[in-house]
Structure formats: structure tokens, C-alpha cells
């Protein structure tokens, strides 16, 4: 995937600062390639370095190059570190360099102050790379689509085994065995498996409970695939609905909800819009106060991220963006509902990810 771009997209966004100093990983990566757990990129208005240990000599130099990042690699111990960044530092002519707020300890900062950049004044930032990062470039969209296509055919080839006596985590592991097979690095996060009462806390874990016939089953999960997620409730049931009232009217009710929400995303719209057309179907049906969390929020190279779609976000969607919608219901001692799609959003509409089908909700 070629990020060549990605610097210079910064660089232009930087109005107050000469040089910023990316310590997210995550960030790193977005902008350079590197995937290495230790590393730290200086950006300064015309040149870039990153510095890292010798652990990723090698891979450093493959990725970045793979990847077209005009960035220089400095490959050193800490002390080589301080001196590489202190002399970029210099040759840029900066007196004050930009911290990631969000990312950035105080004891480092510290540390920052005192012992890398002595003299120079450090200046916090915020979402400088993320908000490159809302929008995302066609080699990006292929990944999420790929990770998306994974995780719904892994959970396609299991839920057949839903009524076979199965305990919560023994289910969560063998989708997690399913998509790694099929080509994810990992899943997106921990995967939620949460049966019958259980599925009344929207974070459950799974245990050893085992899954019951006529039992709603939140099924939250999604694969990562190069690097990016993609992420998916289903709410199912083994062998017949649940026999409560109330969890059967909660399962049309989230259903119509989530249906609304997607068809509300599209570019211009305010994000608190669509958790507006979901929470007031649900608020409709009497379940107001048992829909207990935001409707949804971005995905990319984090399973969480920018834009939030919650009834306090001041975000407005825009093409390109890639956001979940997913609401739901919970009935404590009873059971719960999530019903959950990925989607990008485009000029006139949306256009879902997650295909997974919804008729055994």
C-alpha cells in the first residue's frame, strides 16, 4: 500500500510547529509502513526520520521502502536514538516540537524535555495523523473489506455448531481459529460471546457457560487483515427464539433500529444524527433506558476510532469514512440484543462491509 502521500498531508497541517514527534505506533505505521513495536518518527518540513532498535534494522528498511515513505531510518540504542532526533532537531532549525497529547506519558514528556530536546519547547497536539486517518484510500477500504469477508465466513461455516452443546469461550476460540485460518492476523479484539442473561451485559467474556437452546446469543467479533479491522454483532439462537416476550419484541425492535441508522449515514450528515434515528425507534418501543451505550464509531487500524457516532459528537460524516451502527437492547437476568455492520460512507448513501445474514435475528 503506498503511503508516500501521507507525509506531506501532514506536514500541511502542522500551522503552529515545525516538527512533530509521532510516538502512537499506530500512527507510525499509517504514515511510513513500519509495523515494529518500538520506534519513534521525527516529521520536520521537508525531511522525516524514524529511529528504532536493532531488533528491526531489517524490517524497518523492507517495509518503508516497500511502502514508497520518503523517511529516513536511523537504527540505534537509545542513547543513538536521543543523538539521531537531537541532531534532525537542529538541522530543521526548531525550537518547538509537537508531542501527540494522547499518546505521550508524563514521565516522558519529562524525559522528552530533559534529556532528548533540552532547550527546545514542547508544545502538545491532538489529532494531527488521525484526522488524515478518517478517510480512507482504496488500498485501505480492500483490507477492511478482505478482514469483513473473513470474519463472515468464519462465522458462516460455525453457526451451524451454535446447537451443539458448545460452551461461550469454547465458540469465541473457534471463531477466532476460523479467521486466522482464513487469513487474519488476529481477531479485531477480544471476541464477545455472551448467552442468554449473559447477553444482557454488552462486554461480556466468554466462559464456560454452556449456550442453550432458545437462548439469544450476542455475537461480537472481527478480524484484523494487514493491519486493518473489521468488526460485526449478530445476535443468533440455537433451534428456536427465545421463549421471552419481551427479548423477542427487543429483537424486532433492534433490528429496525440498526436497519434506520445504516440508512441514515451518508456524507454531510452529523453522526449524532443517526444515533438520533436509532435511540428514538428503540426509545419508541419503551426500551430507552435499556440501550445503553453510543451507536456506533470508526475503524481502521484501530478497532476504535474517529469519528464517534454517539449522541454527544460534534463529527460530520464525509465519503470515506468507516463507521459501525449498532444498536441495542439490554434486559438484565433476561438476556440482550446487538445487531452490528461496518459501513463506509459515500456522497449518497453507505455501503456495508459486513454482509453477514440477518434472518436468524
Known sequence: MAVS??????????????????SSLTNIRYLTGFTGSAGLLCVGPEHAVLVTDGRYETQAAEQISACGAPVEVKVAGLAGQREALGRFVDEAGCRRIGLEAANVTWSRVKSFQEEWFPGVE????EGCVEALRLRKDPGELARMREAARIADAALAKLLPRLGDGLSEATFARLLDFEMREMG???PSFETIVASG?????????????????G?????????????????????????TPPADADLRRAISVVCQAQAAGVEAVRAGVCAAEVDRTCRDIIADAGFADRFVHSTGH???LDIHEAPSVSAGSGDTLAAGHVVTVEP?????????????DTVVVTEDGCRPLTLSPKESI
Open 122 to 125: 514542547l508544545v502538545p497536539t
Open 184 to 186: 487474519a492476523s488476529e
Open 215 to 239: 437462548e439469544a446469543v450476542v455475537v461480537d467479533f472481527g478480524a484484523r487483515f494487514d493491519g486493518y479491522c473489521s468488526d460485526m454483532t449478530r445476535t443468533v439462537w440455537a433451534s
Open 328 to 340: 441495542g437492547v439490554y434486559l438484565p437476568g433476561v438476556g440482550g440484543v446487538r445487531v452490528e
Open 5 to 22: 502521500s501521507r507525509l506531506g498531508a501532514l506536514r500541511s497541517q502542522l500551522q503552529e510547529i515545525s516538527v512533530l514527534l509521532v
Open 197 to 213: 442473561p449473559n447477553a444482557a451485559k454488552p462486554h461480556h467474556r466468554p466462559g464456560g457457560r454452556t449456550i442453550g437452546a
Open 298 to 300: 470508526g475503524v481502521g
